[in-house]
């Protein structure tokens, strides 16, 4: 059973940058591909960004490219996303994800999920 915990969220200005990371445990993350959710209130959840278990392949949402990095880190099992240039529109509670279909831009596509770190920007 695979387990993931967020965390790196937190209150923060316009244009800040934050660091979230993903602690895998139970199984070594480079088997995984591996996703970034958002979910603000009252919106459904949204997909940031993923990065696929063979070759590192990412691919990223239109509305973080450019600011929005993420990146895994196999001797820590780890996985983070860099954020830059943060915007109120990207307040959310922010997800890990993990799954062996494919790193795709559907929830649906991943088996297991974390508990959200929240991420606040104020204008």
């Known amino acids: 059973q695979l387990h993931l915990v967020e965390s790196g969220g937190g209150l923060v200005q316009a244009g800040d940058s934050l660091r979230l990371s993903c602690a895998v445990s139970?199984?070594?993350?480079?088997?995984?591909?591996m996703g970034w959710f958002r979910q603000a209130p009252g919106k459904e959840r949204e997909f940031v960004a993923a990065i696929s278990r063979k070759f590192g392949i990412i691919r990223a949402a239109d509305s973080v490219q450019g600011r929005f990095t993420i990146s895994r880190d196999n001797a820590k099992n780890t996985v983070s996303l860099q954020m830059n240039n943060l915007a109120p529109e990207d307040t959310a509670l922010y997800y890990c994800s993990a799954g062996e279909k494919s790193y795709d831009v559907v929830p649906s596509a991943y088996d297991y999920w974390g508990q959200g770190t929240q991420v606040t920007v104020s204008s």
């Open positions: 139970g199984q070594t993350v480079s088997k995984y591909n």
